[in-house]
């Protein structure tokens, strides 16, 4: 079956960068897009951005350009988003999901979620 | 604030119809299909309905949806105890190049 598999919480203090794995399994890992998205505790839904396992193109929310960056290792089939200069409201649950596009059967797969807690 | 609007919260009874909508703009839901999900405490969202208003398997046929224009609806027909949850709409923006969540809606069953 299908499985996104992150890594584990991580505690930062403000300031630093935090880079967060996703290995997805169970189907051909270059044939779909790796979308992050992030939930502040008691908050809604915020997408972060994309990767095209593919070819490695990545499309970034405007608000958090230049201070992520999303990579893929494609001899692990594992995709890393790294997230620079945290803040205290960067603390959140970060989800890797499976992208299909707009008009694709997208978010129909999830990672368990990565709890990141920024705090001094 | 959330570029897609939903109402914060929604209630009903136990086999009552409740629709939960989703308000968005020409760039995302006037130009792109929704996608529907349900998320409970501590867990990841899972998807409920994507374009053409298909629902993935084990979705339940309670669960339905409709899109006019910029907007959308969710709706649960024959509400059970265990649809008690968080609803979120979803769409890509044309303008911000990026997918647009609504901010949710909490559902109660009374």
């Known amino acids: 079956q299908v499985l996104l598999v992150q890594s584990g919480a991580e505690l930062k203090k403000p300031g630093a960068s935090v880079k967060v794995s996703c290995k997805p399994s169970?189907?051909?890992?270059?044939?779909?897009?790796i979308s992050w998205v992030r939930q502040a505790p008691g908050q809604g839904l915020e997408w972060m951005g994309w990767?095209?396992?593919?070819?490695?193109?990545?499309n970034h929310a405007r608000h958090l350009q230049g201070r992520v960056a999303m990579t893929t290792d494609t001899s692990t089939s594992t995709v890393y988003m790294e997230l620079r200069n945290l803040g205290s409201d960067d603390t959140a649950m970060y989800y890797c999901?499976?992208?299909?596009?707009?008009?694709?059967?997208?978010?129909?797969?999830w990672g368990q979620g990565t709890l990141v807690t920024v705090s001094s | 604030q959330s570029v897609l609007t939903q109402p914060p919260s929604a209630s009903g009874t136990p086999g009552q119809r409740v629709t939960i909508s989703c308000s968005g703009t020409?760039?995302?839901?006037?130009?792109?299909?929704v996608h529907w999900f349900q998320q409970f405490p501590g867990t990841a969202p899972k998807l409920l309905m994507y374009?053409?208003?298909q629902r993935p398997s084990g979705v339940p046929d309670r669960f339905s949806g409709s899109k006019s224009g910029t907007s959308a609806s969710l709706t649960i027909s024959g509400l059970q105890s265990e649809d008690e949850s968080d609803y979120y709409c979803?769409?890509?923006?044309?303008?911000?190049?990026?997918?647009?969540f609504g901010g949710g809606t909490k559902l109660t069953v009374l």
């Open positions: 999901a499976r992208d299909a596009g707009s008009f694709g059967i997208s978010f129909d797969h």
């Open positions: 169970g189907y051909s890992f270059n044939t779909y897009v």
């Open positions: 990767i095209n396992t593919y070819n490695g193109n990545t």
């Open positions: 020409s760039s995302n839901l006037g130009s792109h299909p």
């Open positions: 374009p053409n208003y």
């Open positions: 979803a769409a890509w923006d044309d303008s911000l190049n990026g997918w647009v």
